[in-house]
C-alpha cells in the first residue's frame, strides 16, 4: 500500500491539489492499478517472442533520378538582396 507520503510525493510532481480524503482514496486505487500491471506482467506468452502487426518496409520511395544540381539556382538567387560568385553573401557575422 502507497503512503501517504508518496502520494504527497506524486501530488507535488503532478502539481496537483488533492486533499487528505482523496490521497486515501488515491492510495487503493493506485495500488489497484499497480497490481494489475504485476498480474499482466508476469502472463507467460506462447509461441513468437513478439507479434507484428504487418510487414516492415519503408515507405519512402526511391530517388532514383533527382533533379539535377543547380536547377533552381539561379531562381533563387534572383530573390536575394545580395549574391557573390553563386552564393548568397550575408554580412559578418563573428
Known amino acids: 500500500m502507497l503512503k501517504k507520503e508518496d502520494i504527497d510525493h506524486l501530488s507535488t510532481l503532478s502539481r496537483i491539489a488533492v486533499s487528505e ?22 502472463v507467460v506468452t506462447e509461441g513468437e517472442a513478439s ?8 515507405v519512402m520511395r526511391e530517388d532514383d ?4 544540381g543547380g536547377e533552381w539556382t539561379d531562381a533563387i538567387l534572383a530573390n536575394a538582396p545580395d549574391t557573390e560568385n553563386g552564393y548568397f553573401k550575408v554580412g559578418q557575422i563573428f
Not at 533520378?65 to 539535377?68: H, I
Open 21 to 42: 480524503e482523496e490521497k486515501t482514496e488515491l492510495a487503493g486505487q493506485i495500488d489497484s492499478v499497480l497490481g494489475y500491471v504485476s498480474v499482466v506482467s508476469a
Open 65 to 68: 533520378d533527382p533533379y539535377s
Open 51 to 58: 507479434a507484428r502487426a504487418g510487414e516492415l518496409r519503408n
